[in-house]
C-alpha cells in the first residue's frame, strides 16, 4: 500500500514539474497576443469563440498548481526594475 502511494506521488510531481515551462510559454504567448494589446481582460475574453474560451480555461485550471509557479517565474523574470535612486 505504501509504495503505490510513492508511485501515485511520484507521478503526481513529475506531472506538475513538466507543466511549468508548457504554462509558462503559454502564458508568455497570452501575454503577447496582438488581440490584447490595448483592451482590457475582460474585453479580450469577450471578443473570444467559445471553443477558443473553454480552451484557455481549461488550460489554466487544469494545471492550476502549475500555473500559479510559471505565473510567478514569468512575472519574476519580466518585473520592471526600478532604475531610479
Known amino acids: 500500500m505504501n509504495s503505490e502511494w510513492w508511485i501515485v506521488g511520484s507521478i503526481l510531481v513529475a506531472g506538475f514539474l513538466f507543466m511549468i515551462p508548457v504554462q509558462y510559454r503559454y502564458i508568455a504567448a497570452l501575454k503577447n497576443d496582438p488581440r490584447k494589446r490595448g483592451v482590457d481582460q ?7 469563440s467559445f471553443q477558443e474560451e473553454q480552451l484557455h480555461y481549461n488550460t489554466q485550471i487544469m494545471f492550476l498548481p502549475s500555473t500559479m509557479v510559471a505565473s510567478w517565474i514569468y512575472n519574476w523574470r519580466h518585473r520592471k526594475r526600478n532604475t531610479t535612486k
Do not use: I, P
Open 42 to 48: 475582460e474585453t479580450y475574453y469577450n471578443k473570444m
